[in-house]
């Protein structure tokens, strides 16, 4: 079945310990989105990917990268990651923008800061 | 700017009963889309319906309904026959058909056996 794909699920890391999260899609979407969720609270856009195109959301913190090698793949790297980072992280795709399809959701990565 | 409101927190329901969770948004685009999204616990993130504002008629998918009010900018979904399975948290969002999304803050729903 084609879906999205995040590995890992869960990930601890130390305080300031750089991290990477990644993301993969069998979907052939060329839009790819990374969400900061915290608990009941609804998905935060950190960025988007538009095909290579890489679109920051104004309010990202510096702290918080991304890389998208290629379509299936992208990546989100937390440079020195603070306790506020703590939360669940989840990758998303659309087919494009432009028509509003609906995002397809990968399961998440819960991310421990100790 | 759109923004996305749900007003319930939290909602519950009897086994086999039916519930309606609520969403109000507000949007200056004319052509824009609606979303139902669910979040079971620890699982991914599924669409339950849309609705496209253009049309008029409400969306249908099995036991989900839509009341699409589109004068009062209202998006309630309805669960008929609730199951145990639709327990989960309920997010309403919207979209201009840009890349953003605009979630509501989310409405965790209940379901009593």
Known sequence: DAMVIQNPRYQVTQFG????LSCSQTLNHNVMYWYQQKSSQAPKLLFHYYDKDFNN???TPDNFQSRRPNTSFCFLDIRSPGLGDAAMYLCATSRRTGVAYEQYFGPG????VT | AQTVTQS????????AETVTLSCTYDTS???YYLFWYKQPPSRQMILVIRQE???QQNATENRFSVNFQKAAKSFSLKISDS???DAAMYFCASTSGTYKYIFGTGTRLKVLA
């Open chain 2, 8 to 15: 319930q927190p939290e909602m519950s329901v009897q086994e």
């Open chain 1, 109 to 112: 990565t819960r991310l421990t």
């Open chain 2, 53 to 55: 504002a253009y049309k």
């Open chain 2, 29 to 31: 685009e004319s052509d």
């Open chain 1, 17 to 20: 310990k750089p991290v990477t």
């Open chain 2, 83 to 85: 199951q145990l399975g």
């Open chain 1, 57 to 59: 959301e104004a309010d």
